[in-house]
């Protein structure tokens, strides 16, 4: 049976605030625990009002706190924005806490606009092999090889599963040289999934972690009791991704009924690319959209991103999603 998990970008709903965000967060990953889900993973964004993610090592620590085997983790750290070191030395701790149980999935992309990177890193100075050489340090602190000449603590000897993400083939390219587990980043940017899947496994090299490819895919599942409800419930992230593509982004907008029938064709075309890897629909619907990606990807587990206005509605299409695994 494929795995099957959830990124959340831990929402700030419009007239909600930050608190309840993180509240709803280890609410809902605890019911996932409960339904049988792998992981939970939640990504580091800056800058945005939407999203309450930002310090990403602290709201993991914040969640497997309210959990008890479920891993937890980063979907991810965005690696250019910090000192590999530093990264060791929390989710050593974050390992130490919650042994056994935490993920650092990896990426290279900024995570918000030029001016809040700038902000975060205060030069954009970069050289396009630091994100490999960076990966190689921490895995090294990880390690405690002595490499580094520096002994990570807390970080020496954790027990923290890495993973390359991506959305496009360079990261495929990376975790394929390392052998390490590859998340595509398919639920917002779809448009290289078959071939960077492809590169991966082709060129994939056995490692002392991974003995053979592991892919992750993620995409968009929104469950409801019908095809209707769930369309209505899915209008409040097709306002996201309209927001964040027209320069507006904004905390998650309550549904709007009709809302994608309102919309110019050129943005119905947009959105219907982006969200190209969803299933949206009743349980029916649902399952035979998941089966058909797994199908297409043969991934060993889907990640799902579930973003929804309503928490109450969330649980019950994280409930739905569980019935549709268990059931293929």
Known sequence: MTAYSILDLVPVVDGGTVPQALANAAALAAHAESLGF??????EHHGMKGIASAATSVVIGHIAAATKTIRVGAGGIMLPNHAPLVIAEQFGTLDALHPGRIDLGLGRAPSSDQRVAHAIRRTLDSDPNAFV??????QSYFADDGRTGISATPGAGADVQLYILGSSLYGAQVAALL????????????QMLDEALHVYRSSFKP??????PHVMAAMNIIAADSDEEAEYLASSIQQSFVGLRTGNP???QPPVEGYKASLPPH???MLDELLSCSAIGSLDT???GVAKFIDRTQADEIIVACSMFDHEKRERSLSLTAQTFNSL
Do not use: C, N
Not at 38 to 43: G, I, K, L, S, Y
């Open 38 to 43: 792998t992981r939970f993973w939640v990504a």
């Open 133 to 138: 050489r960076d990966v190689v340090e921490l």
């Open 179 to 190: 052998g390490l587990p590859y998340a595509f980043a398919s639920h917002f940017a779809p």
């Open 207 to 212: 490692s002392a972690v991974l003995d053979k």
């Open 250 to 252: 904004r905390q998650m």
């Open 267 to 269: 943005i119905v075309s």
């Open 286 to 288: 649902v399952k035979r």
